[in-house]
């Protein structure tokens, strides 16, 4: 993807906080994720130990997901960067998703199914 010129900067608002900004400029295209990371407590069996045992799981959001999972609790608020290349194109996951989909390895759920 090309841009000639200045940046251009697209954004997203989720309420009051920004939770995405795209920055073009020339052949680059910078992607700023702003949300949280979340920890969660899960248990799992340790074939070394031959036990059940604790683990913390730590994912990123970009809303307060304990809000709707009580067993989930806020680390704290993050943002990271992520350049996409420049030849990105979608369709070939897309084709891959549908393809799964048929072969009943996976559901797919779209508001446009």
Not at 10 to 39: C, D, P, Y
Not at 47 to 68: A, K, M, P
Request: proline residues 4%; hydrophobic residues 35%; glycine residues 8%.
């Amino acid at each position: 993807m090309t841009v000639d010129g200045p940046v251009l900067e697209i954004s997203q608002k989720s309420g009051l906080r920004k939770n995405l900004s795209i920055q073009l400029q020339g052949n680059e295209m910078k992607v700023t994720l702003t949300g949280f990371l979340m920890a969660q407590k899960l248990t799992r069996y340790d074939y070394e130990q031959r036990c059940i045992v604790g683990d913390l799981n730590v994912t990123f959001s970009h809303y307060d997901s304990s809000i709707y999972n009580a067993d989930q609790v806020v680390i704290g608020p993050h943002s990271f960067e992520v350049e996409v290349p420049d030849d990105f194109d979608m369709r070939d996951g897309l084709v891959a998703n549908l393809q799964r989909e048929a072969q009943g390895r996976c559901r797919i759920s779209s508001p446009h199914h």
